[in-house]
């Protein structure tokens, strides 16, 4: 428990293990402090507060040169695993029910998944229907997928400066495709922003999962 006690520095404490366990690169002490997290906290507080934030911290260090890559592959399996171990949990809803198909992937050229999977989940959670196309996604598996399910929504996911403008690329072909004005698109990833989803012309932009379903309930329901 933190110095001033109470639940937010109980919580806090929670986070800080949850996080400082992906920084540690380990798999057994990312699912030792999920385990402890397990009943204090909910599943998506869990991975969003605590894992997630721990994942940011990698990319600092990564960045900084206090990581390297196999540091950094070890981190995303570990939080990876911990995510898994959490999924029965995750929140059940029927809002979304009937009401929304989403196609959810990462753009080609990219393959950065973690995040754009959390955002599968807590969708299905939310009680849309979801199909992930994964990671390093060509443009015509967004389209042959929205065509196939009759999606009302599509998530492209960028975590790379480099691989951003895939995000232009798959509005492009939706339009090419006589698909946009029967979809919505919803962008996120690090460098994606809100003014970036303007200039292309998504829908909308999510900053994180939470934002992603709360985003999708407000263009679908
Ligand atoms: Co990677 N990598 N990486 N990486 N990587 C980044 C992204 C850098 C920013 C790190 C850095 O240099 N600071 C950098 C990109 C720089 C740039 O912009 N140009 C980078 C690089 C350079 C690379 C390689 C090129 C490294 C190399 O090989 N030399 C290579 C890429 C190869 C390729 O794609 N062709 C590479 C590889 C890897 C792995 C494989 C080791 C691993 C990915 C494992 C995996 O995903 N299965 C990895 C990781 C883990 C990272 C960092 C450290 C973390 C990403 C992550 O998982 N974050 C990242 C640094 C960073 O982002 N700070 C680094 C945690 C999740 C939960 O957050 O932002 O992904 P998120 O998702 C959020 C949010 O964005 C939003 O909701 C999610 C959940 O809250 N969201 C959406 C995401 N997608 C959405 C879609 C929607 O529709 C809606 C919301």
């Not at 994942?55 to 695993?81: D, S, Y």
């Amino acid at each position: 428990m933190g110095l001033k006690g109470g639940y937010i520095t109980a919580n806090e404490d929670l986070y800080k293990e949850l996080s400082d366990a992906v920084v540690s690169c380990k798999e057994d002490e990312v699912l030792a402090a999920v385990e402890n997290a397990r009943g204090k906290l909910s599943a998506p507080d869990i991975i969003e507060n605590g894992l997630s934030s721990g994942m940011n911290e990698v990319g600092i260090m990564f960045e900084r040169g206090k990581l390297f890559l196999p540091h950094v592959m070890m981190a995303a399996g570990a939080m990876q695993a911990g995510v898994d171990a959490l999924k029965d949990e995750m929140p059940a809803s029927t809002e979304g029910k009937g009401k929304g198909i989403i196609v959810n992937g990462t753009v080609e050229g990219d393959v950065h998944d973690i995040g754009k999977s959390i955002v599968s989940t807590m969708l299905q959670s939310a009680g849309f229907v979801v199909y992930d196309i994964g990671r390093d996604a060509p443009i015509m598996d967004f389209i042959n997928k929205v065509k196939e399910t009759n999606a009302d929504m599509v998530g492209v996911s960028a975590l790379m400066t480099t691989t951003l403008p895939g995000q232009k690329d798959v509005i492009a072909a939706l339009e090419e495709e006589g698909l946009r004005d029967k979809v919505k698109v919803m962008v996120g990833g690090a460098p994606a922003t809100t003014s970036w989803a303007k200039k292309i012309g998504a829908d909308c932009y999510a900053e994180n999962a939470s934002e992603a379903v709360n985003k999708a309930k407000e263009l679908l329901l």
